[in-house]
């Protein structure tokens, strides 16, 4: 391959542009150009991309967001459109593709790949939800950003004697919430994986409540309910009265954490070498500290599993 493409795909994630930046260094490294394209596969589709050279992505390892933009691209779903796409590459030369980004971005990749054009995918996700890989680039910096959050709330809950609900992203996993959980010694924790049992909910904080704790912090992953949702539940079978905070996006932006630079500069240098060794189709991740890849279609038709020791573990810390 003379030339390939990158583009950042989903949610954004901070460490994407580490990734980009890996992608590009790595492959000029062999000798290969890199176009980038803007605005994920929206820009795919309409051939909208600039030749990332050594200097385009200085300076960006250090920032949060994708230097790239992105998108989510329904259309992208329908063939006429993946065609389209790669017959802009095609006249521009464009032999492969990296796709940074989520599940979704990765069902576009292998599309694409099945249709003659050889993709690798890089695990860009704040929700650290892909299975075949332990940790996704943005998780580590998105927990920091919630736990931070969260002790800052502790600080006023404190104070007030208050009980906090914080509601953290997740959808459809409840990573973000078991980690920060255990990390910031919230007294409960909702994830999407585990039925919740209000009773016991309500038990844990009675019991904080008998010796002498007038405060507690409830993490609820959006996928389980909203906060408010929570704070009405709670209100209304036990007459809890609680203050709700939504994280909302701030957990995606900021700084990535060194664990999210690094994780981006491996992984996006693993894809650039998948791709170079002309095997389209693939995932990369980490396993065991180890960088690795693996079959794409099994990134997405498989499910992520939550670590749920680490849900017990929370709770036998919050005893
Ligand atoms: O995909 C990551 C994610 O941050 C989810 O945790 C969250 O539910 C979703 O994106 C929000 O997406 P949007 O910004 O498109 O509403």
Redesign the pocket.
């Known amino acids: 391959m003379k030339k390939i493409a990158v583009l950042t795909s989903?949610?954004d994630?901070p460490g994407m542009n580490a990734a980009i930046r890996a992608v590009v260094r790595k492959a000029n490294f062999h000798g290969v150009e890199v176009m980038g394209i803007n605005h994920g596969y929206e820009g795919f589709i309409e051939g909208r991309m600039d030749l990332l050279d050594l200097g385009s992505v200085g300076g960006i390892i250090q920032r949060g967001g994708t230097k790239l933009f992105s998108s989510?691209c329904p259309q992208f779903k329908e063939d006429k459109y993946q065609y389209q796409g790669i017959e802009k590459m095609k006249a521009a030369g464009v032999e492969g593709l990296v796709v940074i980004g989520?599940d979704g971005s990765y069902r576009g990749a292998l599309e694409l790949t099945k249709k003659g054009f050889p993709c690798v995918g890089v695990p860009g996700?704040?929700?650290n939800d892909i299975p075949g890989t332990e940790y996704t680039i943005g998780f580590d910096t998105a927990l920091n950003t919630v736990i931070e959050s969260i002790d800052k709330i502790r600080d006023t809950a404190t104070s007030h004697e208050n009980s906090f609900i914080v509601e953290v992203?997740?959808?459809d996993a409840g990573d973000?919430a078991l980690w920060a959980g255990l990390a910031a010694g919230a007294e409960s924790v909702l994830i999407p994986e585990e039925a919740y049992d209000i009773d016991e909910i309500i038990a844990r904080i009675r019991r904080g409540e008998a010796r002498g704790k007038k405060h507690s912090i409830i993490i609820v992953a959006?996928?389980v309910m909203s906060g408010s949702e929570l704070a009405k539940i709670l209100k209304e079978k036990a007459n809890i009265i609680t203050r709700v905070s939504v994280l909302g996006?701030i957990?995606?932006g900021g700084s990535p954490s060194a664990r999210d630079r690094v994780l981006g500069g491996r992984l996006g240098a693993k894809a650039v070498e998948v791709l170079l060794e002309g095997r389209g189709g693939r995932a990369v991740g980490i396993k065991n500290h180890q960088v690795i890849d693996y079959d794409l279609e099994e990134a997405f038709t498989q499910k992520h599993k939550a670590d749920l020791s680490l849900y017990t573990l929370s709770k036998e810390l919050s005893i």
């Open positions: 989903g949610g994630s989510r989520g996700t704040i929700d992203m997740g959808r973000i959006e996928g996006h957990q995606r």
